[in-house]
């Protein structure tokens, strides 16, 4: 059986999702039915086994996250704007911090920020 190039550059890989923070739905972000005033998410996609799911988080301009404890490491990276943790540490865009398990903290932006989020798992407050 031989390859053929030219066919395959025309498939379409089955089950590929491409995902924009422009233009969809945000929605407010619940954590144990809590809301998170001004952070906002849209799911992505969750993996199929359950090992993760991913979503974007949008913090608006000010917003500050409730204290709360990570059930498993969280990755996250910045896309747009300063993510800042508790200790004033900025996250900025294009960087990425990740939390492990365990980890309990708050967070802020002051002037807003958009980030992809992998996780395992939802926080606890």
């Known amino acids: 059986m031989t390859f053929d190039i030219a066919k395959a550059q025309n ?3 089955p089950g590929r999702q491409i995902s924009s923070s422009d233009g969809a739905e945000w929605r407010p972000m619940m954590i ?4 998170h005033p001004g952070f906002w998410i849209i799911p992505i996609v969750d993996d199929e086994i359950g090992a993760w799911t991913s979503y974007w988080m949008r913090l608006d301009a000010g917003a500050r996250s409730l ?8 990755l996250l990276l910045i896309m747009q704007g ?4 508790q200790d004033g540490t900025d996250i ?3 960087q990425v911090v990740t939390y492990p398990a365990g980890t309990s903290h708050w967070s802020h932006s002051r002037e807003g920020c958009t980030v992809l989020v992998v996780t395992n798992s939802d926080s606890e407050l």
């Open 82 to 85: 300063v993510y800042t943790d």
């Open 32 to 35: 144990k039915g809590q809301r």
């Open 92 to 94: 900025t865009a294009g």
């Open 67 to 74: 204290m709360h404890t990570h059930t498993s490491t969280e």
């Open 11 to 13: 498939l379409t890989p």
